[in-house]
């Protein structure tokens, strides 16, 4: 299948680990040149010299930005074009939320996590979007969850935080979609990253029982009987930035192995 894919350029914010991280290989496998954007220069530095060495003939460029930093996401999206000379994708993937009831959460925890999703996914779209409209296949992917639709009182924040970023892919996909550029947004369930890990020792700490019987108790409610991999929430993010997906525009879809009760 023809996904059209081989020359275009993507950004990828939360690109150094976990569900950004297996994109950005996943895409480069298609013969997609990349901006990869994160926090951490070192773990970012070290993402792009593994494509490099795997994929030699992409462009690949290496981004430090922080996109809480609301100054910092003009210059970052600059230099990456200046570097790549534009971009036809960008995957929206840094943020997540706090775990943690009401009274648990401090205010500043709440104004942290808000100015990482979707304030930063906010302002990323809006400085890369005219670079966007020139695409002949302009694609943007939110990463959003799916506490968006089901919350929960253990992750409260959770549930605004992502219920925020599906309402705001709606409201880009009927903005932007008649300059031929789709807004998506996929919403993985637990997902085997190293945050996937603290929350095993939580559960095994809270209940004192072993690591394993931790892990089988928090996928006990998924039909598939595993938890999600990163390569899951890579394979859809492929799809949804290809040709194939030129009339999906405004969905969410859940990667969650049926996890989730919601229609």
């Given amino acids: 299948m023809d996904l059209n894919l081989k020359g275009r350029t993507a950004f990828i914010t939360g690109a150094?680990?976990?569900?950004?991280?297996?994109?950005?290989?996943?895409?480069?496998?298609?013969?997609?040149?990349?901006?990869?954007?994160?926090?951490?220069m070192a773990r970012i530095n070290a993402a792009a010299a593994e494509l490099r060495g795997k994929y030699p003939q992409l462009r690949i460029a290496a981004v430090e930005l922080d996109v809480a930093d609301a100054a910092a996401i003009k210059p970052a999206v600059e230099?990456?074009?200046?570097?790549?000379?534009?971009?036809?994708?960008?995957?929206?993937?840094?943020?997540?939320?706090?775990?943690?009831?009401?009274?648990?959460?401090?205010?500043?925890?709440?104004?942290?996590?808000?100015?990482v999703k979707p304030?930063?996914?906010?302002?990323?779209?809006?400085?890369?979007?005219?670079?966007?409209?020139?695409?002949?296949?302009?694609?943007?992917?939110?990463?959003?969850?799916?506490?968006?639709r089901e919350p929960h009182g253990v992750q409260v924040m959770s549930g605004p935080i992502n219920l925020?970023?599906?309402?705001?892919?709606?409201?880009?996909?009927?903005?932007?979609?008649?300059?031929?550029?789709?807004?998506?947004?996929?919403?993985?369930?637990?997902?085997?990253?190293?945050?996937?890990?603290?929350?095993?020792?939580?559960?095994?700490?809270?209940k004192n029982i072993p690591l394993a019987e931790a892990e089988k108790e928090l996928t006990a409610d998924v039909p598939m009987g595993r938890v999600v991999k990163p390569e899951d929430v890579a394979d859809l993010t492929v799809f949804l930035a290809s040709a194939r997906a030129a009339m999906i525009n405004g969905c969410a879809i859940n990667v969650d192995g049926g996890r989730s009760r919601a229609i």
């Fill in 79 to 115: 230099k990456a074009v200046a570097e790549l000379g534009g971009v036809d994708i960008l995957v929206n993937c840094a943020g997540g939320a706090y775990r943690g009831r009401l009274a648990e959460i401090p205010d500043h925890l709440w104004e942290e996590y808000f100015a």
């Fill in 164 to 206: 925020g970023t599906l309402s705001i892919t709606k409201a880009m996909a009927n903005e932007f979609g008649p300059a031929g550029v789709t807004v998506n947004a996929i919403c993985p369930g637990s997902t085997d990253t190293g945050r996937w890990t603290e929350l095993v020792g939580i559960r095994a700490k809270e």
């Fill in 119 to 148: 304030l930063g996914l906010i302002r990323m779209t809006r400085e890369t979007m005219p670079y966007l409209k020139k695409s002949t296949q302009g694609r943007v992917i939110h990463m959003s969850g799916t506490r968006g």
């Fill in 16 to 40: 150094s680990r976990g569900i950004g991280r297996s994109i950005a290989f996943a895409l480069a496998a298609e013969g997609v040149n990349l901006g990869l954007f994160g926090r951490d």
